[in-house]
């Protein structure tokens, strides 16, 4: 038996580790766009929309109209990014992990194959190759996400640590970069990332279950193909008998099931929609920022191209750094709901008010983001860059931590899905956003910037309303018993 455990051991620790190459690697590389158009623009994509302006008695190349479908292709795959989250939790809890991962890897495979192939002559792939990237990452996450119930305690830093690492993957497009400034063909190593499919087949069916990882863990749980065997049984607390999933199944029908809330009494609730408005909100000024991060540093850098590729690698680096920001917002918030209750508090009033301090830091976090983003002095972006990536790491973490305290766990899928294909539908004010600094502001971008840092205190109301939720049942529940008492 002694041995068996080990065996579970050494395989839990080998999914949580090759999860997070997956997620560090692969998943969210739709975030490192500002390093793939750099390179997109040296090859000429979309070229035939720069023309010739004169500009005080100078003769200039305006390409404003390329800058602006590159702006457009960021959009339409962050979207699809987010509002496929939805139809793909959906399949992910109906279908079951093989056939969620297998869709998400052919996706993910037919992407970077359309970008192998795409020449400047063939700009129009790039739209439906980046879309398909993101697609299959999102797909990548959110398979992922139930390593976390492998490790008990620490399942919220598992959890968060995978967000980061999500984050943290859009290093891949700053490798494809430096590759190509180093001679390697932008062909030849989008053929590289399309061959490491393999690894995501193979993982796929040795160290991912065929349907499901429980939470909480059954005692000797295992999964995958193990010795020619698929292994994803349980074994009962009384015997060395393993239970099959069809069997849990049926012993799960049989057990007196707990009245929860419908999916409807969630989405409808004060909680779901202050929380959307957090999301939405400081979603859309990242994705603002990283869709014109390009035109924004070739307008405070004056055009110098050395000094744009300067700044796009210290923003990827930075990027980069997403999978260390992530797991200390889990910590902050499993520090909290450590802490004695408060008299008259419920344990799940408890980890909503852990999740106060949490959501207030995120909120904070974007709006100093967006006053460093708003001002016009190049050496600033460094920062910028750093509390960029610092918040967005929070932001993701934080949405998925909310969501599992706040409702039941029953409905976490739909939930997540729900409230990122919401979000998504928000974000698409980026683009009309881009092209009203494009035209009416004259490439100015300032007035934007600041409506946006105005609307950046909005997220503030979500954390208010939680502990302005919690507050109030403790008093109400102290004054009862009291009143009971008396």
Known sequence: ?????????????????????????????????????????????????????????????????????FSLVFTIASFVNNFLSLPNGFIFDHFGTTVARLLGICLYTMGTLMFAFSTSALSILVFPALTLVAGGGILFLI????????FGVHRSTVITLYNGAFDSSSGLFFV????????????????????????????????????????????????????????????????????????????????????????????????????????????????LFIGTLNPMLQGLSAGDPSLVGQYINAFAITQMCGVLCAPWNGLIIDRHKGKTRAAGESEQESDLRAMVLSLSLTALQCVLFSVCAATPYLPLQYLTFVLQVLNRSFLYGGNAAFLSVAFPGCHFGKLFG?????????????????????????????????????????????????????????????????????
Not at 434 to 453: C, E, Q, R
């Open 1 to 69: 038996m002694a041995g068996f455990q080990n065996s579970l051991a050494v395989r839990h620790w080998l999914t949580f580790a090759t999860g997070l190459v997956e997620c560090l690697c692969f998943a969210g590389a739709v975030f490192g766009w500002a390093s793939l158009v750099f390179v997109l623009q040296r090859e000429g994509y979309f070229g035939s929309l720069c023309v010739n302006t004169t500009a005080n008695a100078t003769e200039v190349l305006d390409c404003s109209g390329q800058d602006e479908q």
């Open 143 to 150: 398979t992922n996400i139930q390593v976390g119930n492998l």
């Open 176 to 287: 494809i970069k430096l590759s190509y400034e180093c001679g390697v063909s932008l062909r030849a190593a989008f053929l590289f990332i399309s061959a490491c499919s393999v690894f995501h087949v193979i993982r796929t069916f040795f160290l991912m279950p065929k349907r499901f990882i429980p939470y909480p863990l059954p005692e000797h749980y295992t999964y995958g193909i193990s010795c020619g065997k698929s292994k994803s049984s349980k074994v009962t607390a009384n015997s060395n008998t393993p239970m099959t999933e069809e069997t849990t199944t049926m012993h799960d029908k049989d057990a007196p099931v707990k009245q929860e809330k419908t999916l409807r009494e969630c989405v409808l609730s004060r909680f779901f929609l202050f929380h959307l408005l957090w999301l939405s909100v400081m979603q859309l000024r990242h994705y």
């Open 418 to 486: 729900l409230v990122m294909a919401l979000s998504a539908v928000f974000s698409l004010l980026q683009y009309p956003c881009f092209a009203l600094v494009k035209g009416p502001l004259g490439g100015d971008p300032l007035y934007v910037n600041i409506a946006l840092t105005m609307l950046s205190l909005l997220p503030f109301i979500h954390p208010l309303s939680v502990y302005l939720h919690c507050r109030r049942l403790a008093s109400q529940r102290v004054k009862t018993g009291a009143g009971a008492a008396s």
